[in-house]
């Protein structure tokens, strides 16, 4: 009889603790703890500014998505205690586990960057990376008619990358479609020296945003943002202007990550082993989604096709057996690029986002906007709800990369159109 337990709720700790409910014996225990009873669908988040999601329809209670095998806590974690292998809870007793699985996630913290909360913060600066900051957002664009509107990610990493990238492609049909994008300049503005990090990926994003007249600020490090001015001031004295900014703060793991001793980074996310997920720090903690360090993306996508390697690793390790190192850095994303069209990426640790099909020969297009790939972005939430959390198997979608159907050994399809600094070294996002 062995006692697992799953720190976070989210997308990743309620996928593992549905497929562990399933692979454990019903002598064991599993219990997944979260801070809160709201499971937020992330995903949807990008569509609220637009009108196009209800924030109501994006939640639901965290225990109605979890096997009855599974105990729920709602509880917030303290700290980890690594070497008496306790959970420790700022309001209830400790939990003593024989496996503990940390699905914490990452949180924004807007408070990081100078200057962020102040007097323009929900007026004429917002996030669409939370409930609340989407919802606000919303009613801010409805009534947005001329004017700057600047998208700029703040800092590395964030989760779900491409989503600025679509959101920006959203403001141009957003407006387009009550014609008057003439009267709105819309400016990207990244700390990294292309559109995206992987070089094809890049280019065809950067061109795409070139397409459609949307600017690119590249290697802009925001350092503060003043209200008074409304201006974007990056640490080496760059300014942009504007008149509405949709920021996404920087990215850390979750507080108590820093309160547990040797457990995280300097950014509270965990070292950890990137085939096999277990932690650096202790044999019997494994670490899923967001809260890795792993070099993939922070997805939902990744947490699912990590899912199936923790499981298997935690059974493992039950067993005495040697771990599986079999991670390989599945990513899939669609990008939403407007007018009810999206393009399909996938990738891994070694592959970067290539054209093609997916998931074989025929199949979804890669790196190609089309209303196929549009309904599968729109299918992602009932997949969310009905697969992915509930820990199956996508049919004909492993948790490794599919090679079949991606062109490889091909040359940047699209030139990057220049831009507004000079490239330096390029920046992993993760
Ligand atoms: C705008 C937006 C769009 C996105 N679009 C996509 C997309 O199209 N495709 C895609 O694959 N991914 C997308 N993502 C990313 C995806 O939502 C995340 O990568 C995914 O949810 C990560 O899962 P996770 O379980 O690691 O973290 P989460 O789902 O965030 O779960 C972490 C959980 O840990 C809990 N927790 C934290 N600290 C404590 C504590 N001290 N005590 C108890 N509980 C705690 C939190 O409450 C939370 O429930 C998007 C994200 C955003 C913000």
Redesign the pocket.
């Known amino acids: 009889m062995s006692t697992v337990v799953i ?7 309620t996928l593992v603790a549905n497929r562990l409910a399933k692979q454990l014996s019903p002598n064991d225990t599993i219990i997944a ?4 009873n709201s499971h937020l669908y ?2 949807g ?2 569509f609220v500014p637009f009108g196009k999601a209800k924030p109501s329809k994006l939640t639901r209670p965290r225990a109605g998505q979890l096997s009855k095998q599974v105990t729920y806590i709602q509880g ?2 303290a700290n980890i205690d690594t070497k008496d292998n306790t959970v420790v809870l700022k309001d209830r007793p400790p939990i003593r586990y024989d496996v503990a699985v940390i ?3 990452s949180r924004i913290v807007i408070e990081e960057t100078e200057g962020l909360i102040g007097d323009g913060w929900l007026k004429d600066a917002f996030t ?2 939370s409930l609340e900051g989407a919802t606000a957002l919303r009613d801010r664009l409805a009534g947005f008619t001329s004017g700057r509107i600047v998208v700029n990610v703040i800092d590395l990493p964030i ?2 990358p491409v ?1 600025p990238l679509e959101f920006c492609f959203l403001l141009d049909a957003f407006f387009g479609d009550r014609s008057i994008r003439d009267k709105v300049k819309i400016t990207y503005v990244t700390p990294l020296d292309g559109a995206f990090t992987k070089p094809v990926c890049s280019s065809i994003l950067g061109s795409m945003l070139h397409d459609r007249n949307i600017d690119l600020i590249t290697e802009f490090n925001t350092g503060s943002v003043d209200y008074a001015r409304n201006t974007l001031i990056s640490y080496d004295g760059r300014e942009v202007p504007f008149d509405l900014a949709v920021l996404i703060p920087p990215h850390t793991g ?3 990550v820093f309160n547990s001793q040797d457990l995280g980074d300097d950014f509270g996310f965990i070292p950890t082993e990137p085939k096999s997920l277990v932690s650096k720090v202790a044999k019997n903690v494994f670490v899923i ?3 890795t360090d792993i070099p993939a993306s ?4 990744v ?1 699912h096709f990590e899912g199936e390697v923790v499981c298997n690793n935690v059974l493992h390790y039950l067993r005495s057996e040697p771990l599986e190192e079999t991670f390989d850095g599945h990513a899939n ?2 990008i939403e690029s407007g007018h009810n069209k999206a393009m399909l990426i996938d990738f891994n640790y070694e592959t970067e986002p290539l054209p093609g099909k997916f998931p074989l020969r025929i199949g979804a297009p890669l790196l190609k906007e089309s209303k196929l790939n549009h309904l599968g972005k729109l299918a ?1 939430a009932w997949v969310y709800w009905h697969v992915l959390l509930k820990g199956r198997d996508i049919p004909l979608i492993g948790s490794q990369m599919p090679r079949s159907g991606k062109q490889f050994l091909i040359q940047p399809v699209r030139e990057v159109m220049p831009t507004q600094s000079q490239p330096t070294q390029s920046q992993d996002s993760h």
Request: net charge negative; charged share 15%.
């Open positions: 720190i976070g709720a989210g997308t990743a700790g703890i979260d801070q809160d992330q995903p988040l990008l917030s974690v699905a914490s996630g669409f990376y989760k779900c989503a979750a507080e108590f989604g967001d809260a922070k997805a939902g996508s947490a994303c669609f992602f």
